[in-house]
């Protein structure tokens, strides 16, 4: 049995190589596979005798109507009417770190080194039951923003915390979304030069070896994988060169992709100078950590050599503009990035230093602060939504699965509500996402099935959600 769901009559960008868009357009997926992309009415290969006597109820109670019917095959097609409403790929998160759900709020004013010593004691209590609540909320809001693929960075494994990373894949399992999970690490604590007191840190015997097992356990590399791992050791200023060394040769061994922070501030570039003679982008690039198998987050102060050697090695870019404004870190040169042919997706980043968490209101602020970088004509909106969809699935090594709308792809779709109040009469449909107020979330497919619909979560009670993010965070303050 097949199960058909035509999207039509909506304004559908692809984001394919042509950057084809459709006005009054259509998706029709089966299962969870994308089988047809066009303008106009659907023709009727797709819709033969499976849609007569729809009927049904409303997908928003408004102009996108939903109906069903079943043929003789038992196969099941549900109609989507979606007048009024753009259809997107659904948005790729290519850094954030879910766990910091449970600590918004704090050192509200501070720069990064300062921010981080004033969160790392915290940090170093979590548990995975507190970090699968954490990351339940935080996954919940990016869903609700549109995304269907999460990309996280977690790098804090206190001893005897439990399995952390199995709370993240759990949490990512209950809602529905597709996660890009890390086993990442710190192992240069204050003793030894680094930013992180040494409580919050690991040996790297024990870092390679939760790694390894961490792949074993969740990384699967076949298509169409809901669960993927990548080691992310955390950044210059807080591991040894021996772990970046040792995780880049376990990572290209076991086949999985690499992830760090770089270049993100000043402060950075200060300390890399200082200790190792090099700008972090040489640095990291002489410990194996340039390549295209690897994402980089931040690249707020890359120079033009070392956006050359970005685009040379194949190293992809997680762009995060709300964190970096947050944290004052500055205005990373995106679109001369762009230019030289390096992938950028974008990312929400923690939401300790990005309390809003949500994706797609990260297209808007990409828009605004690259303008403020580089001018008004160095960042449209559709630039920017490419990077949260095509440049994330590059980032994540996810290219030819999603992160467009094409025939064969995964059914990962957002369809956005763009006739109410807030977007009405808006002469673009696609400057209603990339320049407005995030639209109202009609319905999000992640392979197929719908894991928002209406602006709510389907599969779980937010109260419930909410609810146990408010009882893990109050854990965590009293610890
Ligand atoms: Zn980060």
Redo the contacts with the bound molecule.
């Keep these: 049995m097949t199960q058909r769901t035509i999207i039509r009559n909506a304004h559908v960008v692809t984001v394919d190589a042509a950057d084809r868009e459709h006005s009054d357009g259509y998706v029709v997926i089966d299962d969870a596979v994308i089988v047809a992309v066009g303008g106009g009415p659907v023709p009727n290969e797709w819709t033969d005798e499976r849609t007569r006597g729809a009927g049904g109820g409303g997908l928003n109670g408004d102009s996108a109507r939903a109906s069903s019917s079943s043929n003789n095959n038992n196969n099941e097609t549900t109609v989507i009417d979606a007048r009024g409403h753009l259809v997107t790929p659904g948005l790729i998160n290519t850094?954030?770190?879910l766990y910091q759900w449970l600590t918004r709020g704090y050192a509200q004013d501070a720069i990064l080194f300062d921010w981080l010593t004033a969160l790392y004691p915290l940090w170093s209590r979590i548990d995975a039951e507190l970090v699968e609540a954490g990351a339940l909320g935080a996954m919940a809001v990016a869903a609700r923003s549109g995304c269907s693929t999460v990309g996280d960075?977690h790098y804090v494994f206190p001893s005897g915390a439990g399995d952390i990373l199995g709370g993240i894949v759990n949490a990512a399992r209950t809602l529905g979304v597709r996660l890009h999970a890390t086993r990442g690490s710190m192992d240069l604590g204050q003793s030894r030069g680094g930013l992180p007191p040494d409580f919050a840190v690991e040996t790297i015997d024990a870092i390679l070896a939760a790694s390894d097992l961490a792949i074993d356990r969740y990384h699967n590399p076949n298509a169409g994988a809901m669960t993927q791992v990548a080691l992310a050791p955390c950044?210059p200023f807080s591991v040894t060169a021996d772990l970046l060394r040792e995780s880049a040769a376990l990572g290209r061994a076991r086949g999985v992709r690499l992830h760090t922070?770089g270049s993100?501030t000043v402060e950075e570039d200060a300390f890399c100078l200082e200790k190792f003679g090099r700008t972090p982008t040489q640095y990291l690039e002489d410990l194996g950590w340039l390549g295209d198998d690897v994402w980089m987050?931040?690249c707020v102060h890359l120079d033009a050599h070392a956006i050359g050697r970005f685009a040379a090695t194949g190293t992809s870019v997680?762009h995060?503009p709300s964190?970096n404004a947050r944290l004052a870190a500055g205005i990373a040169p995106v679109p001369a990035m762009l230019d030289a042919g390096v992938t950028v997706g974008l990312?929400v980043?923690?939401a300790a230093?990005n309390e809003s968490g949500q994706l797609g209101s990260e297209i808007r602020m990409a828009v605004l602060m690259n303008r403020l970088g580089a001018g008004a004509g160095r960042m449209t909106g559709r630039t920017a939504l490419r990077m949260a969809t095509m440049g994330g699935a590059k980032t994540l090594g996810r290219g030819a699965e999603i992160g467009s709308l094409e025939v064969g792809k995964l059914a990962d779709v957002a369809v956005w509500k763009v006739d109410g109040v807030e977007h009405a009469g808006i002469l673009d449909p696609v400057a209603a996402l990339t320049l407005g107020a995030q639209p109202p979330l009609a319905l999000l497919l992640v392979n197929g099935e719908a894991v928002v619909r209406d602006g709510e979560l389907t599969r779980v009670d937010e109260r419930d959600v909410a609810h146990a993010v408010a009882r893990a965070s109050g854990a965590l303050r009293l610890r």
């Design positions: 850094h954030h770190h960075h950044s922070h993100e987050a931040h997680a995060c964190s990312g980043d923690g230093s």
